[in-house]
């Protein structure tokens, strides 16, 4: 039997695949999986990754890389019209550049118990700043978080095996 998903639930599902797609393949670089899509009237503007090992730049995270490709294709730093999506609640940084990007929507997977700043550690968004956008808590949150715990197990077992 079909499963048939509320009219909304859709394409958030859609579009959460696709970030989890990016963060499938930061995991293929070795790193941490996070993947973020940047989303405007259903229409995917860009995409990230988290990339902080390959470019040892402390800055790349997927929800960065995913605005700044925003911002790029529309011309302007105002993502008002925008969504993102990513796997993982945002850190401190990431939901900093929410704000200031001043992106509509955030939808994410996984809770951040050590860095989440959408509600598991603070929540950035409910301070008195001069946005605060809707958030969509654990959307698929299972799917994404079996994304992390995979890497991290992997990541422990090749270290036990003296791979790294």
């Excluded at 293929?28 to 902080?52: F, Y």
Aim: glycine share 10%; proline share 5%.
């Amino acid at each position: 039997m079909e499963t048939i998903l509320p009219p909304l639930a859709q394409p958030d599902e859609n579009i959460m695949r696709l970030a989890m797609e990016q963060a499938r393949l930061s995991a293929l670089d070795g790193e941490v999986p996070v993947g973020a899509v940047v989303v405007r009237d259903g229409e995917v503007i860009s995409t990230g990754r988290n990339r902080r090992e390959l470019g040892k730049n402390a800055l790349a995270h997927a929800e960065l890389e995913a605005i700044d490709g925003a911002c790029k294709a529309l011309g302007g730093w105002r993502l008002w019209q925008c969504e993102l999506y990513v796997t993982l609640e945002p850190c401190p940084m990431c939901a900093g550049a929410i704000i200031n990007a001043r992106i509509r929507r955030v939808v994410y997977g996984a809770s951040d118990r050590k860095a989440g700043s959408c509600g598991s550690v603070i929540n950035l968004f409910d301070l008195p700043y001069n946005h605060r956008p809707e958030v969509i808590a654990g959307f698929m949150g299972e799917e994404c978080g079996q994304l992390l715990t995979a890497f991290f197990r992997t990541l422990r077992e090749k270290r036990k095996e003296g791979k790294l």
